[in-house]
């Protein structure tokens, strides 16, 4: 059981390139969530999924998109990266939106 | 404006003495805490949780007490270990139907001195 794994684990972006991150978790979560870590802004929720096919907005979602095709993956995209990106980034998943999550290890993204 | 604040973003703590971090929350829907510890570099971990029929859960050293009418809960370690530096988040979800995801706060970073 690996339970949430993030790829990759580091990243080094030049501004206005693109990327993708994956999340994949073998717990047949319903719910998935992408946060990213500022120092001293806490976790803050880009965007989540409530199911396969789903997706949602959360408290941050300005310049990334995201997609659920597969119940088990959630991808999280930088069309255009931006400075302000540069941050730690957070796949999480949970049975139910009450629930405990589980998060992966993280992927630290610069953008220089 | 924050549901879920945590206002002290650090806590320094003598080894066997008490941990107390503390967490206010605003929306009254809320009646699922949970509470999460994150080492650097590494992803947070779920530690406790209460649900609001409670105003108290043990588990080990841990102790989450919840006090309802004042829309505050606290996360007490006792006795504080070194290995229990770490940042602790505090969160809150509400299970009474609907999306409803859960709001963190901002953490406190506990260091426990030996």
């Known amino acids: 059981n690996a339970g949430v794994t993030q790829t990759p684990k580091f990243r080094v972006l030049k501004t206005g390139q693109s990327m993708t991150l994956l999340c994949a978790q073998d717990m047949n979560h319903e719910y998935m969530y992408w946060y990213r870590q500022d120092p001293g802004m806490g976790l803050r929720l880009i965007h989540y999924?409530?199911?396969?096919?789903?997706?949602a907005k959360g408290e941050v979602p300005d310049g990334y998109n995201v997609s659920r095709l597969k119940k088990q993956n959630f991808l999280l995209g930088l069309e255009s990266a931006a400075p302000s990106q540069t941050s730690v980034y957070f796949c999480?998943?949970?049975?139910?939106?009450?629930?405990?999550?589980?998060f992966g290890p993280g992927t630290r993204l610069t953008v220089t | 404006d924050q549901q879920v604040k945590q206002n002290s973003p650090s806590l320094s703590v003598q080894e066997g003495r008490i941990s107390i971090l503390n967490c206010d929350y605003t929306?009254?829907?809320?009646?699922?805490f949970l509470w999460y510890k994150k080492y650097p570099a590494e992803g947070p971990t779920f530690l406790i949780s209460i649900s609001s029929i409670k105003d108290k859960n043990e588990d080990g050293r841990f102790t989450v007490f919840l006090n309802k009418s004042a829309k505050h809960l606290s996360l007490h370690i006792v006795p504080s270990q070194p290995g229990d530096s770490a940042v602790y988040f505090c969160?809150?979800?509400?299970?009474?139907?609907?999306?409803?995801?859960?709001?963190f706060g901002r953490g406190t970073s506990l260091i426990v001195h030996p």
């Open positions: 969160a809150a979800s509400s299970t009474s139907g609907g999306s409803y995801i859960p709001t």
């Open positions: 999924s409530v199911g396969e096919g789903t997706t």
């Open positions: 999480a998943s949970s049975q139910d939106s009450w629930a405990e999550q589980y």
């Open positions: 929306n009254s829907m809320f009646d699922y």
